[in-house]
């Protein structure tokens, strides 16, 4: 079955750095569209960044020259770059593939930045 195991967060300072790594398994990565999705308390939850299974990128307008995502289809892995964070990155962050309609999302990684 689909798995999603997203890994990396923790509590950093602002103007910090964290790398987020999701591993997914019971399918072919290499063949999916991979993204990243925030939720916030009290918010509803938000696309990220998005990578196509040629590597070409997509970010939302809040994250970008920040955030970078990537692919290593060896490992089955993606990941989020995140650099310049600020109070406002803080939230659960989430692995997803979607495909036919069906969504699949990882358990979440909690990220929070305060000083």
């Known amino acids: 079955q689909v798995q999603l195991v997203e890994s990396g967060g923790g509590l950093v300072q602002p103007g910090g750095s964290l790398r987020l790594s999701c591993v997914a398994s019971g399918f072919t990565f290499s063949l999916y569209a991979m993204r990243w999705y925030r939720q916030a308390p009290g918010k509803e939850r938000e696309l990220v960044a998005t990578?196509?299974?040629?590597?070409?990128?997509n970010y939302a307008d809040s994250v970008k020259d920040r955030f970078t995502i990537s692919r290593d289809n060896a490992k089955n892995t993606v990941y989020l770059q995140m650099n310049s964070l600020k109070p406002e990155d803080t939230a659960v962050y989430y692995c997803n593939r979607r495909s036919a309609g069906i969504e699949y999302w990882g358990q979440g990684t909690q990220v929070t930045v305060s000083s």
């Open positions: 990578i196509s299974i040629g590597g070409i990128t």
